[in-house]
């Protein structure tokens, strides 16, 4: 917080006192006074961003979950597909984000896709090495119980999945909405994106950074419910950190 | 009559030779103990068992021949493997939610038994709050309610203290003793083998076979010091001589050899 503080500080003295203009860099003052000024246009752009990154992102969480069952069921479809997956992480999203909206349009669709193809892999990847994380002893000890591999699953691997699950999600997150912004860019009717396109080819470099600056807000929100999320979903995480009880001859 | 026998057990990894001749008995209420270095492939003994592995050989229980369904064992493994994600309560119904008994039910079959193993009040607690005797009281509690015929126990104490360990051995020996559960023990521990059974088989190094059987007639309940230390430990000194200064291995070259 002090950083950022001091950072901002260090911007608004430089915008004011070096004679810069403020369409090339405006002070932050400028920046918050305009995304004041303008708050209806961005609130109004913003529901789109929302709406394209939580949906994306829950068609990509999907997706993710199938296929990594599907691999840990499967072992020899994981080499199969893979190298599918890592070459669509290649793709650079600069090129492929206009082709997606020249085939589907301007609509929400193509937003999706993006979405979906940036957050696809690292949760798939975190599901995977999360289930493989399994105690070897515990999935011994469930078979000699008489568990069968979906009681395994259910029973180990899928609650030893969690931590990977929860830092896969805290990174996915902030690349959907990279992701939302980056196809709205491309070309939409509403959107941080086009808004900030738009700002920029109206030389309003302050309202381009007003748009920047609710964007970040909302990632960090995401973030801040992921984190919130996974200390419900595991309760025993903080547990932990308590001191361990029964001291004594019992030990 | 001897519940779990096994004739002329092997196994091997590939051209890995790890049991190269294992026939071994144990009676009903008897509590046996292989023992044997580190590595010596008693836990693959164990997964044979389970029905995680296959090998070469006869395993028979009550006469009849194991197959993969006849679930014989109750399984105790090396580290306690408690579910850090459920409560002590739940980390021992496991057994019985597996057999496909009710949570309720499993649940209330529990926890009368939380007092005998020392775990009373501890019952909402996760794996992480407890300290590692009581984790291993709450794997062993977990492993005894499946009421199965015998318990498998694979070096129940190794990752404990000395002095954890050591309260940890007396107080099974207590519990047996009320129980008679009948068990075969792992282990690379000879005062624990010593203290806890009632036979003890001596494995040598990999690959392992049977290089002596050793009856323990101390009576019990069993002390450290007292009456029975001398020949307590003349027992102890037995069995480290043979682990100490081994006969050479017969299976040893042949393993390397026949290829």
């Not at chain 1, 984000?97 to 929400?108: D, E, N, S, Y």
């Not at chain 1, 699950?165 to 070309?187: D, K, P, W």
């Not at chain 2, 309940?221 to 069995?239: F, K, M």
Request: hydrophobic letters at 50%; glycine letters at 8%; a positive charge.
């Amino acid at each position: 917080m002090i950083s950022v503080g001091l950072l901002l500080l260090a911007w608004e003295l430089y915008a004011t006192y070096s004679g810069i203009k403020s369409t090339t860099l405006p002070a932050p003052s400028r920046v918050f006074e305009q995304a004041m000024l303008n708050r209806e246009a961005l609130v109004d752009n913003a529901i789109p961003t929302i709406r394209a990154t939580l949906i994306g992102f829950a068609f990509s969480l999907s997706a993710a979950f199938a296929l990594s069952m599907l691999v840990d069921f499967f072992r020899p479809l994981r080499r199969a597909l893979f190298p599918v997956f890592i070459v669509s992480q290649t793709l650079p999203l600069v090129a492929i984000a206009p082709l997606v909206v020249l085939w589907f349009g301007f609509g929400l669709m193509p937003k999706i896709m993006l979405v979906a193809l940036v957050t696809f892999f690292p949760m798939l990847v975190a599901l995977v090495q999360g289930y493989e994380a399994t105690e070897a002893e515990i999935g011994q000890m469930l078979r000699a119980m008489g568990a069968g591999r979906w009681r395994v699953f259910l029973l180990a691997r899928l609650p030893s999945a969690l931590p990977y699950f929860f830092a896969g999600l805290r990174i996915s997150i902030t690349y959907a909405v990279v992701g939302a912004i980056f196809a709205e860019y491309a070309g939409a009717a509403k959107g941080l994106g086009i808004y900030m396109l738009n700002a920029k080819n109206n030389f309003r470099p302050d309202l381009v950074l007003a748009a920047v600056g609710v964007s970040a807000a909302l990632t960090l929100t995401l973030f801040g419910l992921t984190v919130l999320l996974q200390r419900l979903a595991m309760p025993w995480e903080r547990a932990a950190g308590q001191h361990p009880a029964g001291t004594g001859p019992w030990r | 009559m001897s519940r779990l026998e096994l004739r002329h057990v092997r196994k091997a990894f590939g051209r890995l030779d790890v049991l190269a001749d294992i026939s071994l008995s144990v009676g009903a209420g008897e509590f046996v103990s292989m023992l044997g270095p580190s590595g010596a492939g008693k836990s693959t003994l164990f997964q044979l068992l389970t029905g995680a592995q296959h090998g070469e050989g006869e395993m028979f229980f009550d006469g009849t021949p194991l197959d993969d369904h006849g679930r014989h064992f109750a399984f105790m493994p090396q580290r306690d493997a408690l579910m850090p994600w459920r409560r002590i309560l739940d980390n021992t119904t496991l057994g019985l939610e597996v057999q496909g008994i009710r949570r309720k039910a499993a649940r209330a079959r529990v926890a009368p038994l939380f007092a005998e193993f020392g775990l009373a009040g501890f019952e909402r607690h996760f794996p992480a709050q407890l300290s590692g005797g009581m984790r291993q009281r709450a794997a062993l509690l977990r492993t005894v309610v499946q009421e199965r015929d015998m318990l498998l126990l694979d070096e129940p104490f190794g990752a404990l203290d000395a002095l954890t360990r050591t309260a940890m051995q007396r107080w099974l020996e207590q519990m047996w003793r009320r129980h008679r559960w009948t068990a075969l023990l792992i282990t690379h521990d000879v005062r624990e083998a010593v203290f806890l059974s009632d036979r003890i088989y001596v494995l040598s190094a990999r690959p392992a076979c049977i290089v002596r059987e050793i009856k323990v007639p101390l009576p019990r309940p069993r002390s450290l010091g007292g009456a029975d230390a001398l020949q307590t430990s003349a027992i102890e000194a037995e069995i480290l001589d043979i682990l100490l200064n081994p006969e050479p291995n017969p299976h040893s070259s042949k393993g390397h050899d026949h290829d």
